[in-house]
């Protein structure tokens, strides 16, 4: 009677291509990162198994330049670190001043108004970040605001705000942050304390290059206090701060919800060589394969979406090249070279790709291969291109 | 500046020592599921990667014994899969009957007050099966209820419930039901079309015997027709099943949330395991070491707090033995003999153990490695045994 379910193709175990992944995430994991996911599971209560817990909360700290105590992996991909970060701080009629200046900013504004609250959208558009004269106007015209909401760096356009500047502001009027730090944690400088950030949430898959599927988390003082004398529980079990203090943050732990044990012996190895490496280290890396990149590219007369102050170096868009067919030579690049890079979302769709240099794929070697692939690929695809311009450029950086 | 947050520890690769998991959850995983675990990481859009997601949907149906098109794992730990059935399914002012003879259904009627519904609930004793009859009289009492809830194998107890006449109650009173299949799915029959289930979730790391954090589900067609119907968003972002049905659902994949990829190869190789072995065959595994360790306890004098006739053969409750030590005795066998067994939960804290043999922890030799250092355990906490009584009995099964 069971064989009535059968699947009728024949299914063999997984193999996986090998791929460059230069999107906007995942990027490479590592094989050290890869190994640590597959060390033998243990119980969440193990007590080496705590200990783990211990030192990955304190790389962490490192990691997001924070003394925060609740800091710790969210057991989902970023969007429920955004979601936890909202069902706690918002309650029903909370007004929020969201910045929205691409995709993410237009999900947190979801996520405001499925907790009740009232969005306050302070908007530029896409490319452009997030303008501070804005929000200081926008919490003017709102005195009742109680929390102000904004994205450090747009993984949909690849435009990086003033984090400091939005975060002082949103203090001096009195409410708190929560901002998304999916795509710089690693990649540029994320300084929770000195920016005074309230509720911070990054993702495990892009320039901390962990598998995907954890959201590192940071909470201030401010945030676990607001959340004590609320009078009203989360909307979320799941993602209730206030239960998720007794196993992260207690010294007698709680049992709450299952613990990806082996996602987080990953994302202590990806934290352990972000250390290793030392954070400053890894900004210059990624700042200096940017440089490589973009000389590549402009030696091809290939244009940036974003002024190149607020450009991010680990997630480029760059402008589609007049005539160039956006799907056939992405396909091409991916079935024939193993290379993915990304398509343009919501409003970009069709006008940009985002090249990703994040974490362990910002290397020397992957962007010459790239920009070599791509000479070959827009010449075929008629793009007027000088054999070799680009790379020999990217070279001199 | 930022060494100011260094780790004051120093900080190596975590190695997990080996256990020998035969607790709650989660099981061993074998060495199969550990290795697709470890490989390389590609995007979620990639053809690969969405090949492999619909051999994954498809081994899915087979070992939920259902036809559902929605079926697919959560991003998420099993109380991840629970709130996603609770976020779709129940609207403020919903009346919802959750049956509750154990912690997790409590967890259920904590997501229906944080959905904004009313739980009536339907009470049986900790170690007791759900009595459709109670049920019945909910129902009679409550002929407004939309969705019926319960738990099909209680994690907490170690009893299990008859899911069939539970559904077909619930079906004649025109409820919507949603089952808890966490510790049952693998184990024992699960058979969700056969019982007209509408919402049933699993967990990853309990019969599968995958890495914890996935939560295998599935949605019957009248779930679909109801969410496309209703008309107000889910209060979760994340878990909105609407959105979802764009990215598992349909033939042109939109992107949602970032898939936990090495996560669900590794699903996907547990499910395959299952398929390999056969529904069937693992039932009857399960059963048979149930048998074998059963046959070994009792033969030392211990006691099952659930009638044999509910008994998960899977998740072994028993009472320890009086004047025995509960934390010192589990902390022996996992310092001394690196077993982990499991602790009782919620008001059986202190009067069970709860002896897993779930998935690939269910095999012979562990269940005599067991019992041959429990009898040794007890003996020298004093509890009366003659040695080797328990593994003659066990081995002559």
Known sequence: MTSRFLPEQEIRPFSPPERLLLGPGPSNVPRRVLDALARPTIGYLDPAFVTMMDELKSLMRYAFQTHNA?????SGPGSAGMEMCFVNLVSPGDKVIVCRNGVFG???VENVERCGGIAVTVDDRWG?????NKLREALKANPDAR??????????TGAFSDAQTLCKIAQDAGCLTIVDCVTSLGGIPVQVDE???DAVYSGSQKCLSCAPGLSPITFSDRVVERVKNRSRKAQSWFLDLDLLLGYWGATTRTYHHTAPNNGLYALHESFLMLREEGLQQAWARHRHHHNMLRTGLEAMGIQFLVKESARLPQLNAILIPEGVDDKATRTRLLS????EIGAGLGELAGKVWRIGLMGYSSRADNVLQLLSVLERVLADAGHPITPNTALDAAQSV
């Open 336 to 339: 024939e070279f193993s290379i």
């Open 195 to 197: 920016w005074g950030a």
């Open 128 to 132: 452009e970040p997030v303008d501070p």
């Open 106 to 108: 237009g999900r947190m």
């Open 70 to 74: 609740l800091t710790f992996p969210v």
């Open 147 to 156: 929390v102000v909401a904004f994205v450090h760096a747009e993984t949909s």
